[in-house]
């Protein structure tokens, strides 16, 4: 074994190969993978071996379809047999809720280009015989399903990564890693040590053990798994001789199962409510090949619905049930990326469906290892979406409830329930009080509306029981004025002598002057957009508690402290700290928004005094605030921040005062229906990694012009000179009773050629709103626009400027 290694790869399943693969392959071969038993040792060896290209996040989605097109690929390059059988499958629909949310999984599949078709239960029949078509309201064609040997790809990508001078060491046991004094990593193993730069957990089924080696303990959980494998079917058989081709693959989601062909006889594996965790606190190093006790009765009632669904399987025997365990984050999806605070530790585990992924996560991984960038949107697999809220028992009951959900629609509307509330601010039981609807965001429970006693979410594709409800928040802040709860937002203060210098060179925009706030874009080298922020200048950088001040994404908070700390300089002139929970936040906005802030505070709040964008410490009531001039609302508004000690008392301050102009309560769904009249686009929707600041409208805050040679500069100014691909437009829908949600495609002269990001319904201007990218040669166009609902197209048109306020005067005024 070596003793020096540019990379260490922990971990020889499927995920580790491959990504030693891809580094390799990328022009890394100074990587070595160490494996503490036979590659495969992990959950691997007993998958069941199927793909899919679906995935609810459209980005994991063509990550997937990468996968599949390269397991040919690897077989040529390793001389391996992957087993690869494309036998295209059938995704089932036995209700029509089922089938309006394939419908969208189709329209989705159109601008990924994935090839989905909407058929009928007959045609599904005549392409999957043994399913009773009776049982079915709809199918889906999808011709890129199929199955592989497990083993066959994983020794495939061992072997390609060979072949390109990668080593791989079979037992070779990781005990412990420790960073040393100079940035490089001592791995230990059982049998020596191997210094490196950089280390990949891709521990799988130990992954949190070998997290735990460097202190981080990684929200994965192992759940119990099982399909069944029958005996040879007559109905098989003649299929086969029929046809000369394998029985396609089959999701049936209402009935919770997968089929494919195995051999003469039929596999069926379930997702059952009734799931099992195994090994819930650490897995016993010597789990080696061995499958767990198969428990027919927690997959029966599944079972059932199968047996009905595909009768042939009355008639049949079941040669074998294999149960097996496999890794889940809370959301189902992997864990990718660098750790913050961990520089050269990097993840890629809990991967649920590795031979669907697999390939996309090591692609991801080692371009964000080489070139500092994933090259692709991968945040739905980001690890930093979670941050030290997903604590161990978090994990568990999240990935129960994913599991255990794996085949079950999710409403746009729908909230779910495990592991809440955890998360709460000191107003949560004043705003339950008044029929807060609650959502979570980042672990942190957000009001989504109030609703009347009595009333709560109907979940729907369409227009449900908040809508009228909704309407009422937007008609209280447009016409008089309303609160809000904004301490999802994630916010940061930096201060030290080197702040101005450091934000200077980190963020796009021109610095604000002392008392002044601005949007603040910020950019990574390749010039496409990696935050977005408002940033104030509260002076004396140096002086505790005041400097700088960031509000972001509140989602993005330990992704953005990760980017922010990796660009610290090292002498310690600059600090930054997330505030998170240290500091709450309350929002006021409407035309009497500054008739209840004068009522409560000393400070002279006039327009001439405390103009837009302004920003300063004041006291309302009682408690010391800082408060912005400034409201995503797009109106005249106040954003308020304070410590939670205070988050109460400033609530009821402003509540009382705002009685006598008819303040009310409003949660994000009423925000997200006046931004979207305002054309705001918001962080991980219309704003991320894969778009420049041209193509997302906000060139405006960038500033070109500045000396500072900021992050990401001169690809800004290339895009601005070449005019970059895509451009970010809102459009008016003539939807009828739903809107758009995300991921809808656009039409232009009846080709898809965008996709919607965000939208909903504009209560105040009574206008269905989409937002979304299109090429920018028809992004002015004026007609030729469509977008794709519900398996349906409604004529669309771009709204250029904003339907509320285009001019402004509500909102500076
Ligand atoms: C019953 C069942 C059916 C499945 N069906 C499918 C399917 O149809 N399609 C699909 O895509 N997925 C399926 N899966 C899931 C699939 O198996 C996983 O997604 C995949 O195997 C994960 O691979 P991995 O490399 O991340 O982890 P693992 O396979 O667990 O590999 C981790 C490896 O790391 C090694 N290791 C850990 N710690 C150390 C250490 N300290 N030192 C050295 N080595 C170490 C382990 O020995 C192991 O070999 C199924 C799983 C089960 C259990």
Excluded at 73 to 100: F, K, N, P, W, Y
Excluded at 123 to 147: C, I, S, T, W, Y
Excluded at 158 to 178: M, N, P, Q, S, Y
Excluded at 433 to 439: P, R, S
Aim: glycine fraction near 12%.
């Amino acid at each position: 074994m070596k003793s020096h290694a540019k990379v260490v790869v922990i971990g020889g399943g499927v995920v580790g190969c491959s990504v030693l693969f891809h580094l390799a392959r990328h022009g890394w071969t100074d990587v070595v993978l160490l494996e503490r038993d036979e590659l495969t040792s992990g959950s691997t060896w007993h998958a069941a071996g199927g793909m899919h290209t679906i995935n609810g996040d459209p980005n994991v989605a063509k990550l997937q379809k990468y996968t599949i097109s390269l397991h040919k690929e690897i077989e040529e390059l390793s001389g391996q047999a992957t087993g690869v059988h494309l036998t295209g499958g059938v995704l089932l629909a036995a209700t029509e809720a089922r089938l309006d949310w394939l419908r969208g999984v189709v329209a989705k599949g159109r601008y990924l280009g994935i090839d989905l078709e909407e058929i009928s239960p007959n045609e599904a029949a005549e392409l999957m015989p043994l399913l009773d078509p009776k049982q079915f309201v709809g199918a889906v064609r999808n011709k890129e399903d199929g199955h592989l040997d497990p083993s066959g790809v994983t020794h495939a990508y061992a072997k390609a990564a060979r072949k390109l001078g990668a080593e791989v060491e079979r037992f070779t046991k990781v005990e412990d890693i420790v960073r040393r004094a100079d940035g490089l990593w001592r791995v230990i193993t059982n049998k020596g040590e191997v210094v490196a730069e950089h280390v990949v957990n891709a521990g799988g089924l130990w992954a949190r053990e070998v997290g735990r080696m460097v202190g981080l303990e990684l929200p994965v959980l192992a759940m119990e798994h099982m399909y069944l494998i029958t005996e040879d079917m007559p109905e098989v058989a003649a299929w086969n001789q029929k046809t000369g081709t394998e029985i396609i693959h089959a999701v049936d989601f209402d009935g919770e199962l997968y089929l494919r062909q195995e051999r003469g006889g039929m596999l069926m594996g379930t997702y059952e409510k009734a799931n099992k965790p195994w090994s819930e606190f650490s897995t016993p190093w010597n789990f080696g090949h061995e499958l767990l006790e198969p428990d027919i009765d927690r997959i029966a009632p599944s079972l059932e619905v199968g047996f009905r669904h595909f009768p042939a399987f009355q008639n049949t025997g079941i040669k074998q049930i294999i149960n097996g365990p496999f890794t889940f984050a809370p959301d189902g999806n992997p864990l990718v990326g660098p750790v913050r605070g961990l520089p050269g530790f990097w993840v890629a585990c809990g991967v649920m469906a590795g031979f669907s992924q697999g390939g996309g996560v090591g692609l991801a991984l080692s371009n964000w290892m080489i070139e500092g960038d994933p090259g692709a949107d991968i945040w739905a697999m980001d690890v930093s979406r979670y941050g030290d809220w997903a604590t161990m028992a978090y994990t568990n009951a999240k990935v129960r409830e994913n599991y255990s959900r794996r085949f079950s629609i999710r409403f746009p509307n729908e909230e779910l329930p495990a592991g809440r509330p955890l998360k709460t601010t000191p107003v949560y039981d004043l705003l339950s009080a008044k029929g807060a609807q609650w959502g979570v965001a980042f672990g942190l429970e957000v009001p989504l509306w109030y609703a009347p006693e009595g009333v709560k979410d109907e979940f729907s594709w369409r227009r449900s029981s908040d809508f009228e409800h909704v309407a009422n928040e937007v008609r209280t802040v447009r016409t008089s004025v309303g609160l809000s709860e904004i301490s999802n937002f994630a916010k940061y203060r930096v201060t030290g002598e080197g702040a101005a210098v450091w934000l200077d060179r980190l963020l796009a925009c021109k610095l604000p002057r002392p008392g002044r706030m601005t949007l603040a874009p910020m950019l990574k080298e390749d010039g496409r957009l990696i935050g977005d922020f408002s940033l104030a200048n509260l002076g004396n950088p140096n002086s505790n508690g005041e400097g700088w001040f960031l509000a972001g994404s509140g989602i993005a908070e330990q992704y953005h402290m990760r980017w922010f700390e990796a660009h610290l300089p090292r002498d310690g002139s600059v600090r930054i700290e997330a505030l998170g929970a240290k500091l709450t936040g309350l929002s006021i906005a409407g035309p009497r928004a500054r008739d209840v802030l004068a009522k409560v505070t000393r400070a002279d709040v006039s327009n001439a005094a405390f103009p837009f964008m302004a920003a300063a410490k004041m006291d309302i009531g009682m408690a010391p605030c800082l408060v912005g001039r400034v409201s995503y609302t797009g109106d005249l508004g106040y954003e308020v921040w304070v410590a939670p000690e205070y988050q109460r008392s400033a609530y009821q301050t402003l509540m009382a005062a705002g009685e006598e102009f008819g303040i009310g309560l409003f949660g994000s769904r009423a925000l997200n229906a006046l931004r979207l009249e305002k054309n705001y686009g918001s962080w991980a929707r219309e704003y991320r990694p894969i778009y420049g600041p041209l193509e997302a409208g906000l060139d405006r805050f960038v500033a070109y012009g500045k000396e500072t040679d900021f992050v990401g500069k001169q690809a800004a100014l290339a895009e601005r000179q070449q005019g970059g691909k895509l451009r970010l437009r809102a459009f008016v829908v003539d939807a009828a009773d739903a809107d758009v949600i995300g991921d809808e495609p656009i039409w232009f002269d009846g080709v898809v050629r965008g996709w919607v990001t965000s939208g909903g319904y504009a209560h105040h201007s009574k206008t269905s709103v989409a937002m979304g990218y299109v090429p920018k040669e028809i992004a002015d166009e004026a007609d030729g626009f469509e977008i794709e609902l519900l398996g349906k197209r409604y004529r669309a048109r771009v709204q250029p400027s904003p339907l509320f306020d285009a001019n402004l005067k509500r909102m500076r005024g």
